[in-house]
Antibody, heavy 124, light 108 residues
Framework: QVQLVESGGGVVQPGRSLRLSCGAS????????MHWVRQAPGKGLEWVAV????????YYTDSVKGRFTISRDNSKNTLFLQMNSLRTDDTAVYFC?????????????????WGQGTLVTVSS | DIQMTQSPSTLSASVGDRVTITCRAS??????LAWYQQKPGKAPKLLIQ???TLESGVPSRFSGSGSGTEFTLTISSLQPDDFATYYC??????????FGGGTKVEIK
């Protein structure tokens, strides 16, 4: 069965950095695009970034461009989100999510499996 | 970016009721729309993709319809397990994905 397990969240001061990881199992990780989606406390869902199955293409929502970097290590079945210059409005639960499109184009653009999320709190 | 507007934001209903949630896109997204269910403290769960295709294992009381800019999620007979928040999400462009604001279905 598909499993996605996020880690790396915590409390960080504004302007600092944090790196999230998402370990994947139960499917051929290197065949699928992967996403990060976040949810601020008590708020709705916001898509953050997508990376193609081979890591060659990456796209971001405007509010994180230039600050966040999505990457993956297909040899270790792991997805990453490097978050720099963190702001208080980046406070959220961060979910990694699998795209259902297999190794064709970049992504379908929706999410068939999700991790349980990891909480990032940006506060002084 | 394409804006997704859900209504209502909160819905009070009883077990057995027929429930309809509406999602409107700021421009045509053809049928590139997904619906998710989220319970408190949990990850969202995919219910429907391509506006009307039910995911495997999702009860048949859930259905989706619409195309272009207007979409609906219908629960034909609300069950206790269905009290949750529902989100629509457009994927007309995989590099600029957006969600609706959510609809919380509460017990009346």
């Amino acid at each position: 069965q598909v499993q996605l397990v996020e880690s790396g969240g915590g409390v960080v001061q504004p302007g600092r950095s944090l790196r999230l990881s998402c370990g994947a199992s139960g499917f051929t990780f290197s065949d699928y695009a992967m996403h990060w989606v976040r949810q601020a406390p008590g708020k709705g869902l916001e898509w953050v970034a997508v990376i193609s199955h081979d890591g060659s293409r990456k796209y971001y929502t405007d509010s994180v461009k230039g600050r966040f970097t999505i990457s993956r290590d297909n040899s270790k079945n792991t997805l990453f989100l490097q978050m720099n210059s963190l702001r208080t409005d980046d406070t959220a639960v961060y979910f990694c999510a699998k795209d259902p499109r297999i190794a064709v184009a970049v992504a379908a653009g929706f999410f068939d499996y999700w991790g349980q999320g990891t909480l990032v709190t940006v506060s002084s | 970016d394409i804006q997704m507007t859900q209504s209502p934001s909160t819905l009070s209903a009883s077990v057995g009721d027929r429930v309809t949630i509406t999602c409107r896109a700021s421009q045509s997204i053809r049928n590139w729309l997904a619906w998710y269910q989220q319970k408190p403290g949990k990850a969202p769960k995919l219910l429907i993709q391509k506006a009307s295709t039910l995911e495997s294992g999702v009860p048949s009381r859930f259905s989706g319809s619409g195309s272009g800019t207007e979409f609906t999620l219908t629960i034909s007979s609300l069950q206790p397990d269905d009290f949750a928040t529902y989100y629509c999400q457009q994927y007309n462009d995989y590099s600029r994905l957006t969600f609706g604001g959510g609809t919380k279905v509460e017990i009346k």
